[in-house]
């Protein structure tokens, strides 16, 4: 399975991004899709957790700028940053909760991470 991330970039406050991560590979069901991020110096955080109900669970200091959506069919998760501040400049890391095979135990797996850079 592999996850990659793409749309990360620099923008000035208030400027938006939207970040895209598709899972790939042998996947028999997904559980959750979402997004963490972790600025320099800090620990990693969640940003928006995203079940396949749509149901988005967000960080506080997002809620009201962020929105997290999935397109399951495509096995993709988005993440549409508004209203962007300094203090979201970090790696954007989504990740997965999915079984490969019907079979199979409940794992997680994480995409490569992807910059984003919010300063005037």
């Known amino acids: 399975v592999q996850l990659q991330a793409s749309g990360g970039g620099s923008v000035q406050p208030g400027g938006s991004l939207r970040l895209s991560c598709e899972a790939s590979g042998s996947i028999f069901n997904i559980n959750m899709m979402g997004w963490y991020r972790q600025a320099p110096g800090k620990q990693r955080e969640l940003v928006a957790a995203?079940?396949?109900?749509?149901?988005?669970k967000y960080a506080e200091s997002v809620k009201g700028r962020f929105t997290g959506s999935r397109d399951n069919a495509k096995n993709t998760v988005y993440l549409q940053m508004n209203n962007l501040k300094p203090e979201d400049t970090a790696v954007y890391y989504c990740?997965?909760?999915?079984?490969?095979?019907?079979?199979?135990?409940?794992?997680?797996?994480w995409g490569q991470g992807t910059q984003v850079t919010v300063s005037s």
């Open positions: 995203v079940p396949s109900d749509g149901s988005t």
């Open positions: 990740y997965a909760v999915l079984k490969k095979y019907w079979h199979d135990y409940v794992g997680t797996y």
